[in-house]
């Protein structure tokens, strides 16, 4: 069943790769399945790795959710279990970069959106397609979406379900940065690269201070921060060692 969903450990990295490149990385609840026990082992040892990258194989990211699947009758193995699984993945305590090549429609969008940062190719083309089926988000697209561009761009993308490039949705924040194809593979490297060398223990405690106070008014988030912080990591003194040791040379 995993074989649906890949996870290749390069380095510190940990990519979730897509599999189902002949159906075009369709979201169907054998997928979810297999990307949920991924998921659940890389959280059993976030120390394993720097960061995640969600990503697919073949032509795309994700052409969506499986409409022949929903057309079937779903049987996923709880209530809510996607949007369960998606939530999971935007929880992991380290980050997570969403890497989208080709399509990236409703479905593809709404698990892309669990992603703290999402890398594009020139050829990505994002959608919201949820009204042209009379469909409605259940996976977290309503309240994701416009936290990433602004609740005025969201209306946009749901209500006329236009496709977007890669280069249109660096342009509304959707995306944090958008790369020509050819580029796309090293573009992907080395923003992981760069964020790896970073310490993971303020990764992860500034991950969570900014789930614990999205929403709040200012002064609430401000007492937050003073008062929560994690403060100093265990590599703190190592890492100010080694950059003292290499001014010094």
Not at 140 to 163: D, H, I, N
């Amino acid at each position: 069943m995993t074989d649906i969903v890949l996870l290749e450990r390069r380095g510190r990295t940990a990519h979730l790769i897509l599999n189902r490149p002949e159906k075009l990385n369709s979201l169907n609840v054998a997928l979810f399945e297999a990307l949920d026990a991924h998921v659940k082992e890389i959280a059993a040892d976030p120390s394993r790795v720097a960061a995640v990258v969600l990503r697919g194989a073949g032509k795309c990211f994700s052409a969506g959710h499986d409409l022949s699947d929903i057309a079937a009758g779903e049987k996923p193995p709880e209530p809510n279990y996607q949007s369960k699984v998606i939530e999971r993945i935007s929880r992991l305590p380290l980050p997570v970069v969403t890497a989208v090549h080709g399509h990236c429609f409703t479905g593809a969008l709404e698990l892309a959106l669990s992603g703290d940062l999402i890398l594009a190719a020139e050829n990505a083309r994002f959608a919201d397609t949820h009204a042209k089926w009379a469909l409605t988000p259940i996976w977290g697209l309503s309240q994701r979406l416009p936290r990433r561009v602004g609740t005025s761009k969201a209306r946009e993308m749901m209500y006329t379900c236009r496709t977007y490039s890669g280069r249109a949705a660096e342009a509304m924040g959707l995306v944090n940065a958008c790369f020509p194809d050819d580029e796309f593979e090293t573009g992907i490297e080395s923003w992981v690269d760069e964020i790896a060398s970073n310490s993971s223990f303020s990764h992860a405690a500034n991950k969570r201070l900014l789930d614990s106070t999205d929403g709040l008014p200012l002064p609430a988030g401000l007492a937050h921060e003073v008062f929560r912080s994690e403060g100093k990591g265990p590599d703190m003194a190592d890492r100010i060692a080694a950059f003292a040791s290499r001014k010094k040379s």
